[in-house]
């Protein structure tokens, strides 16, 4: 290889939940590089989550994260003249973003007041395994299945 491995940032764990996970999320979700409105949402929506959840909010935060993360995908492969739909699996740093990045996408269409209860929402819709993130890995699982012929062709 010509070019040498990019360095892995050390990402700092966030302040109340002492957790590398909640600070990757959180910048996942920050717009504009506003990180302290986005620690502002993620907390207001764990204390939501909290209210209406006997549990810890942090575990449900995580078991939710967990529904909605995808274990396999489909990539499109040309071969010849036809396009297939090849499923492949997804390495673990990419499974997590993908994960997020569903729960935050489908969060922001939701129709609540604010951005902390639209997200904690779908948090808890995502932990009781409903809600559109969890469809949309179920619907990515769904297809991976359907396209299971074409996994001879991985790359």
């Not at 590398?20 to 939501?48: D, H, P, W």
């Not at 396999?72 to 740093?93: M, Y």
């Not at 808890?124 to 559109?132: I, S």
Request: proline share 4%; aromatic share 8%; charged share 30%.
């Amino acid at each position: 290889m010509r070019k040498a491995k990019p360095k892995k940032r050390i990402i700092l764990p966030d302040p109340k939940f002492n957790d590398v996970l909640v600070t990757k999320f959180v910048n996942n979700m920050m717009l504009q590089g506003k990180k302290s409105t986005a620690y502002r949402i993620f907390y207001e929506a764990m204390e939501v989550v909290a209210a209406k959840t006997s549990e810890d909010p942090v575990e449900v935060w995580k078991k939710a994260l967990a529904n909605v993360t995808p274990a396999v995908e489909v990539r499109s492969r040309r071969i010849g003249g036809a396009t297939f739909q090849i499923p492949s699996e997804i390495r673990a740093g990419r499974k997590t973003s993908i994960g997020m990045k569903n729960l935050i996408g489908f969060s922001r269409k939701r129709h609540e007041k604010s951005m902390g209860q639209k997200l904690a929402g779908e948090i808890l819709a995502a932990y009781k395994e409903e809600g559109a993130a969890f469809k949309k890995k179920e619907d990515t699982h769904r297809m991976a299945e359907a396209n299971k012929a074409f996994s001879h062709f991985r790359f």
